[in-house]
């Protein structure tokens, strides 16, 4: 059972829609030519612990941006859980290939600066659709630029980009198992899906009256 949370329509800030329908539709057919071949492929081909191990380091990675943003929002007790994942799952982990840390009862935390800047009171604005991006607002898609990722600090640019790539491809083969469930006009599901999940995100998992809790 799949639970998403979705957005009245009389609420939605989507004025830029005549210009987002045609950004999304562009990104689909990009994900259609190239991303999703390539990511079906290496679902195929890669043995699953090491696409597990993949997910896994970039994942550690991203706990270092998670751990800046707490500490952004005051948020310490949370920070200092994301500061004990980066160390046991670095040293221990094999530099974050295992996921030792949950194993520990330590809880994965997720923050990013558009939920740091929420927590700050910025509105999120209007929905916005970024080419080669996707589904964002004028508070959160500026946000994803600011260079808290620590993986954008490795200096060999190669190793870099490789590791972007391997990233990217690794994510979208977890998408797979919720392609199933849009349903209706896709646009208008994967925007709603996105502002809900969003505002769920900034309120810590509080959902605004504004929204509502829907099964399909």
Request: hydrophobic share 40%.
């Amino acid at each position: 059972l799949f639970f998403c949370i979705s957005v009245k329509a009389a609420e939605t800030n989507d004025p830029l829609e005549s210009i987002n329908r045609p950004i999304y539709s562009f990104n689909i057919a990009l994900d259609n030519a190239l991303l999703k071949p390539t990511a079906k492929a290496y679902h195929k081909v890669v043995p699953g612990l090491v696409q597990t191990g993949v997910g896994n380091f970039f994942g550690n990675i991203k706990d270092v941006s998670t751990l800046i943003n707490n500490v952004l929002q005051f948020k310490f007790k949370d920070a200092s859980t994301d500061l004990a994942r980066v160390a046991f799952n670095t040293t221990i982990g094999l530099g974050g290939v295992l996921d030792v840390a949950t194993g520990m009862g330590l809880q994965k935390n997720s923050e990013d600066f558009g939920q740091t800047l929420g927590a700050w009171g910025v509105p999120s604005g209007p929905y916005l659709v970024l080419p080669l991006f996707g589904p964002g607002s004028f508070r959160d898609s500026p946000a994803s630029f600011v260079p808290l990722n620590a993986w954008g600090y490795v200096d060999h640019v190669p190793t870099r980009n490789v590791g972007y790539g391997a990233k990217l491809i690794n994510d979208r083969t977890q998408l797979f198992e919720y392609e199933t469930i849009v349903t209706g006009d896709d646009y208008i599901f994967v925007r709603d899906a996105y502002i809900g999940l969003r505002q769920q995100a900034v309120n810590d998992g509080v959902v605004d009256e504004t929204f509502r809790e829907s099964d399909f």
